[in-house]
């Protein structure tokens, strides 16, 4: 293994410089608020404010699989919110969501807003609110939401520990590349595992755990999340594979993949949906021939 320059903690950890890599800038070891800064609110009674990564795109696939089943109360305006930037610590998204991680929901379909912030909590509201894609009956409940929360669980080892070492840091430290790496692999195993023995995760039907876990592992087996699918050997998982395009195959998850995207084709990316035509109307490479 190679070695790495020495280092002693101190007895109390302090933010004495910026670090993090790619996301320095955003970086702090606090909470709140660092501006003043209102969010926008549309016409429909779900506001969305949320980014095209893998957990903003959980809760658009959802929403646009609801539309698709005739929904008309999932209608929604999902804005972008370009954490790049921080606008995920303006006054108005802190107060949706005091964690400052995107993406953050609010309904107005009521006499008061409700506000709802992580993604596993926005997919069971859903899910309960239009009664679609979480089973009612018990056995077949409980394995969903079992599988829901190991994505949940699973996430900082592929997001916070994979990605950030393998793509993001400023330096290439093998022991944590290896250590991430391996637990990336090895819940890719547990998926593939799963899936050789169910269609869908949690059963013989489609369901919100699903919805959770395709932008994650169908993003590292057929998108390139990281740029890692030739390192992580992403072919050997043939039932991933298999079910991940099994999922592309469904127009309400295409769609949901561009909202809020800005990367990849022009014509994949939607940069804030406020009605179903914008898909057809408002992508990047529509909006660049209408200049």
């Not at 959980?58 to 929904?71: N, R």
Request: proline fraction near 5%.
């Amino acid at each position: 293994m190679t070695d790495t320059q020495d280092y002693t903690p101190p007895k109390v950890w302090s933010w004495t410089k910026p670090n993090g890599g790619r996301f320095e800038n955003i970086n702090r070891p606090t909470a709140g608020a660092t501006h003043e800064k209102e969010l926008p609110v549309g016409r429909h009674p779900l506001q969305l404010y949320s980014l095209g990564t893998p957990n903003g795109v959980k809760v658009t696939i959802m929403l646009e699989e609801l539309l698709a089943l005739g929904h008309k109360g999932a209608e929604y305006d999902a804005w972008l919110i370009k954490i790049g930037d921080g606008d995920q610590f303006g006054s108005g998204f802190v107060a949706a969501n005091p964690n400052s991680k995107i993406p953050a929901l609010v309904d107005r379909s009521g006499p008061n807003p409700i506000r709802v912030f992580e993604t596993g909590a926005i997919l069971m509201y859903l899910a309960e609110k239009f009664g679609e894609f979480l089973p009612t009956e018990r056995a077949t409940r409980a394995e969903c939401l079992s599988w829901l929360f190991w994505q949940m669980g699973s996430t900082p080892y592929v997001g916070g520990g994979f990605g950030h070492f393998y793509a993001y840091a400023p330096v290439k430290i093998e022991y944590a590349i290896d250590r991430f790496a391996m637990e990336t692999k090895r819940l890719l195993d547990v998926l593939d595992r799963r899936l050789a023995e169910s269609k869908y995760v949690a059963g013989d039907a489609y369901t919100i755990a699903d919805i959770a876990i395709f932008p994650w592992y169908g993003g590292l087996v057929k998108f390139g999340s990281y740029g890692a699918t030739e390192f992580l050997a992403a072919h050997e998982y043939k039932n991933v594979q298999r079910w991940t395009e099994m999922l592309y195959e469904r127009q309400a998850v295409k769609r949901g993949r561009m909202v809020n995207r800005l990367s990849g084709e022009p014509s994949s990316q939607l940069h804030e949906r406020h009605d179903a035509s914008d898909f057809d109307t408002k992508t990047q490479d529509k909006l660049a021939a209408a200049n």
